[in-house]
């Protein structure tokens, strides 16, 4: 009987071959290219009749090692490692696009994505329709005879709203549309997409993956078949990760269960205490009953993910007054790190978006985004009480 590996175990096993030094810890290839025994060998290489590297951009051992695992932990068949999030969202969508299709989103986006969909894929002639979370008839709605792709965010950025991936998975497969799924929040530790019929996963490996604020990555990993032309295109325009990052993510997806287990339940902790507060006046976290998409969240993630959002009492003027007064935050715009830290998202990570749009996904002007570190969670809560109390100064 062949024995199926948990999480962890995969998290650690699936390493790249040894070379002949014996190394346990897989070594770094930091290399552009690689080298042929004979012209005949080049040649029965790039004709690929022959298995092997020959130029980094197009593939790497190390770059194979990371995404071949994250691959693995997502449930997915193949993937491709990206320099960004950011890229890796863009070349699976571009991939898969053609002039004249039409994209369906959830409006709930982050800031650069919304960017991608309305100012550069339009050049293009690629229209879409945003859907909003509390519209799910909307998809149907809006469906047109040229829709190609959906697109989602979920728990999506930083409103941590929570999109339905069963009945979108279904959706997507009855009419014959490319489902892609960011999953930079949850994580594969917290939710797979894939079983809901995903076709594409993108990651944005600077967050939870990397842990501790060291690399921006990024990966897209999904079925072989949809990846073949993610990878076609990123051979071409090269928005290739550098093999020392993929080695530093490669490392850290050993630990991402143990990290993610911790994060979340400091989240959840410090987001009832929120809850109970008198200076706070909403808090979004997935694993609240409180939270519209809790029922759902509850089907589709298996933790409540590393991210507390919440409306301060008062203005931005509370809300300066709070992020100045925490002592053991950083105040930053990434998230996902050992460190707990802190954003004020209209005013930074979602600056670019105009009054109106912020409004239409919740981006209030008393809205703080915290992402929940792995430190002590009685330390965690005592700064964020402190700062709450001089937030109405
Ligand atoms: C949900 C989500 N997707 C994508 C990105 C972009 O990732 P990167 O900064 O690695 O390009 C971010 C960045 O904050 C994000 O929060």
């Known amino acids: 009987m062949k024995r199926i590996n948990h999480f962890e175990t995969n998290a650690i096993l699936n390493q790249f071959k040894r070379s002949s030094h014996q190394e346990n810890t897989s070594s770094i290839y930091a290399t552009s290219s690689f080298v042929f025994n004979s012209a005949e060998e080049a040649q029965s290489v790039f004709a690929e009749e022959k298995e092997g590297y020959m130029y980094s951009r197009l593939s790497n051992p190390t770059n194979d090692e990371f995404v071949k695992k994250l691959a693995v932990l997502e449930g997915a068949e ?16 571009a991939a898969h696009l053609r002039a004249g299709d039409h994209l369906l989103a959830s409006r709930n986006i982050f800031g650069s994505t919304h960017k991608i969909i309305t100012q550069v894929l339009p050049r293009w002639g690629i229209s879409h329709t945003y859907i909003d979370v509390d519209d799910p008839k909307g998809w149907k709605k809006n469906l047109m005879p040229n829709t190609r792709m959906i697109f989602i965010e979920t728990p999506s950025n930083p409103g941590l ?36 019929g995903a076709d ?15 690399t921006i990555g990024g990966a897209v990993v999904g079925k072989s078949s949809a990846i073949a032309e993610v990878k076609n295109l990123s051979n071409q325009i090269g928005p290739t990760l550098s093999p020392f990052n993929s080695w530093i993510l490669s490392k850290s997806l050993e630990t991402l269960p143990l ?29 609240l009953s409180s939270h519209p998409g809790y029922k759902i969240a509850k089907k589709q993630m298996r933790l409540g993910g590393g991210l507390v959002s919440f409306e301060i009492k008062g203005d931005f003027k509370n809300c300066k007054n709070f992020i100045n007064s925490l002592q053991l935050f950083s105040i930053t715009a990434n998230l996902g790190d050992a460190r707990s830290s802190v954003t004020h998202p209209a005013t930074t990570t979602h600056s670019s978006l105009t009054t109106e749009e912020q409004e239409a996904v919740g981006i209030s002007q008393n809205l703080i985004r915290i992402s929940v570190g792995l430190e002590h969670i009685e330390d965690i809560i005592f700064d964020v009480d402190q700062a709450l109390k001089n937030s109405i100064k």
């Open 78 to 93: 193949d993937g491709v490692a990206a320099a960004s999030g950011m890229s890796a969202i863009f070349i699976s969508m």
């Open 259 to 287: 990290r993610m287990e911790k994060h979340c339940s400091n989240a959840l902790k410090l987001a009832q205490f929120l809850e109970n507060h008198s200076e706070v006046a909403s808090v979004r976290y997935p694993f």
């Open 200 to 214: 594409l996963i993108a990651h944005s490996t600077t967050k939870f993956i990397d842990g501790q604020g060291r």
């Open 161 to 196: 709203d929570i999109f339905d991936l069963k009945y979108l998975g279904k959706f997507a497969a009855d009419n014959d549309l490319y489902f892609i799924v960011d999953n930079s929040f949850a994580t594969p530790y917290i939710q797979n997409p894939i079983e809901f």
